[in-house]
């Protein structure tokens, strides 16, 4: 099981813009899929974008358009750019790899500690 490491949280003013990063520890180009997720006070965690093989990406409703995932396998990394935030983008975000079987990925209960992203004035 690899080992997730993200950074790049923080507090930013509405209508700004953080770059998250997830190193990852292990053997990174086994991993058919690469996600992010986001878990808000009080709510479930929730999927915010993933991108699987051939460079193929998915994100949530709420944040497409604003945030753009890229995997750099040369780095054994993942980062979400994050454009425009608003208070609602305030969470916790986290990364999390997926084993992918056609066009569906199975994501993995394997998360790391997680960085804080705060949106406010």
């Known amino acids: 099981q690899v080992q997730l490491i993200e950074s790049g949280g923080g507090l930013v003013q509405p209508g700004g813009s953080l770059r998250l990063a997830c190193v990852v520890i292990g053997d990174f180009s086994s991993i058919d899929a690469m996600g992010w997720y986001r878990q808000a006070p009080g709510k479930q965690r929730e999927f915010i974008a993933g991108?699987?093989?051939?460079?193929?990406?998915d994100y949530n409703v709420a944040v497409k358009g604003r945030f753009t995932i890229v995997r750099e396998n040369a780095k054994n990394a993942v980062y979400l750019q994050m454009n425009s935030l608003q208070p609602e983008d305030t969470a916790v975000y986290y990364c999390?790899?997926?084993?992918?079987?056609?066009?569906?990925?199975?994501?993995?209960?394997?998360w790391g500690q997680g960085t804080q992203v705060t949106v406010s004035s």
């Open positions: 991108i699987r093989h051939g460079g193929v990406t």
């Open positions: 999390n790899s997926g084993k992918q079987f056609d066009s569906a990925v199975v994501w993995d209960d394997n």
